[in-house]
């Protein structure tokens, strides 16, 4: 009975899944968004609808699943090992390059609340900046930065959900009307437009359900959460995104690198303007410290299981991966510089669609065993049938994702996913060495 109590609610799940899902990806989609439209409130509806099909999928896969490692094991049933590893390794090079990008809007709002105007090269240096000083800062372990992480976050879901809630009083019909379709583009053209950066803000979905075994009535309680989560999630970004479209006019929104400070000083003042600013940079930086811990520990278990170099796996006694720390690092500093652009928000787009790219493959790998992994729980024919119709949503919306991200994300997602089939060609040979020997 004790037991019981000291469990979730499944409206404690469902609130701490909105939270672990808004993260860092939404502080620069008024912007984002801007560029294309208020007719991106389409792309919204879309990635809400395959975002939710998504996450009820995952949560169905976490609760039958009998293989560890997340995507990596869900993946597995149908894939076999090389699935598990091709999931694994996309969604590893995935966080490196989000990484980056969220590094990018740290910067973006820094050198607003700072006042500075930074050429290219120098947006570059100060990302790096931050991704090495957030790396640096995980050297000491997981207690701190899960703190800093828990904290931090609320540095963005404040505010957001502020704007959504007051932004009203100051929102114009007529002025959201007027920047309904700025470059007349067709329909075909101009929902697909949005469609990476908004998943972009969903990333993350599949670990919604990861604390089902802290709920009660699991089995009930946890596609109730996640579908709730995701969907009061979707329903703040939605808002929030747009009623800042009815405050700001279009251009000046779309050529801002801090929008919500934006909005915020539009509303009040100057001051409020830059106190919601402060609180993003440090929010962006405490979400980035997160990661960057959590994609030291996504390489530390591929090298434990043989997928990495073994450097990956070497780690101090507090477990913590340093060297593999090092290497990650380095990497994110060769994208930042490789990425270069014209604008801090040309290179933030460049980095957004190709994580999007190579996000979305473990998902649909995911979403293509649910059959399989479903029969091997003996889960009965008509769940069965619900769940594989929701994958099946979900898988469509994945594709549908591929393609909007743009042919040049694409050809260097298949790139990365070309290297991951040569990188396990070399675990396996390996494997079978230490076989035979």
């Not at 549908?400 to 042919?407: I, K, P």
Request: glycine share 8%; with cysteine; aromatic share 10%.
């Amino acid at each position: 009975m004790a037991n019981s109590r000291s469990k979730m609610s499944v409206l404690q799940l469902t609130i701490l899944t909105v939270v672990n899902m808004m993260g860092s990806g939404i502080i620069m989609l008024p912007s984002k968004l801007a560029q294309v439209g208020t007719i991106s409130i389409l792309s919204w509806l879309v990635t809400a609808v395959g975002s939710m099909a998504l996450a009820y999928a995952f949560a169905k896969c976490g609760r039958f699943s009998k293989n560890t490692g997340g995507m990596g094991g869900y993946a597995e049933y149908s894939f076999g090992k090389s699935g598990n590893f091709m999931a694994n390794y996309t969604y590893a090079v995935s966080l490196l390059i989000a990484n980056v990008a969220i590094a990018i809007t740290a910067v973006g709002y820094l050198s607003v609340f700072m006042g500075w105007n930074l050429s290219p090269l120098q947006v570059a240096l100060m990302t790096i900046a931050f991704v090495w000083a957030t790396m640096a800062a995980n050297f000491g372990g997981a207690s701190i930065t899960g703190k800093i992480s828990s904290i931090t976050v609320w540095g963005v879901v404040i505010p957001v959900i502020g704007v959504s809630c007051i932004g009203w009083f100051w929102f114009s019909a007529d002025m959201y009307a007027g920047a309904w379709n700025p470059h007349n583009m067709p329909l075909t053209q101009a929902v697909p437009a949005s469609i990476a950066i908004t998943l972009w803000a969903f990333l993350g979905l599949e670990s919604a359900c990861a604390n089902s075994e802290a709920v009660d009535n699991p089995e009930k309680n946890v596609p109730i959460a996640v579908l709730g989560g995701t969907l009061i999630t979707a329903i703040i970004y939605i808002v929030s995104t747009n009623v800042v479209a009815g405050i700001i006019p279009n251009a000046q929104l779309a050529a801002s690198d801090a929008p919500f400070g934006l909005v915020f000083a539009t509303m009040f003042n100057h001051t409020i303007g830059q106190m919601v600013i402060a609180l993003m940079i440090m929010s962006c930086t405490g979400s980035l410290l997160g990661w960057q811990f959590t994609i030291a520990q996504v390489f530390k278990a591929g090298a434990d299981e043989g997928y990495f170099i073994r450097p990956f796996g070497v780690a101090t006694k507090h477990n913590v991966p340093i060297v593999g720390m090092l290497i990650i690092a380095a990497v994110q500093t060769a994208l930042a510089m490789m990425t270069i652009s014209p604008s801090l928000g040309r290179q933030f787009d460049i980095l957004v669609n190709l994580a999007v790219v190579t996000n979305v493959i473990p998902y649909i790998l995911s979403m293509s065993s649910i059959i399989v992994l479903q029969k091997s729980a003996h889960v009965p024919a008509r769940e069965m049938i619900v769940t594989n119709i929701i994958a099946f949503i979900g898988n469509l919306y994945s594709f549908y994702a591929l393609y909007s991200s743009g042919m040049e994300a694409m050809y260097w997602g298949s790139l990365a996913v070309f290297a991951g089939w040569v990188l396990y060609g070399k675990v396996v040979s390996k494997k079978y060495d230490l076989k035979e020997s």
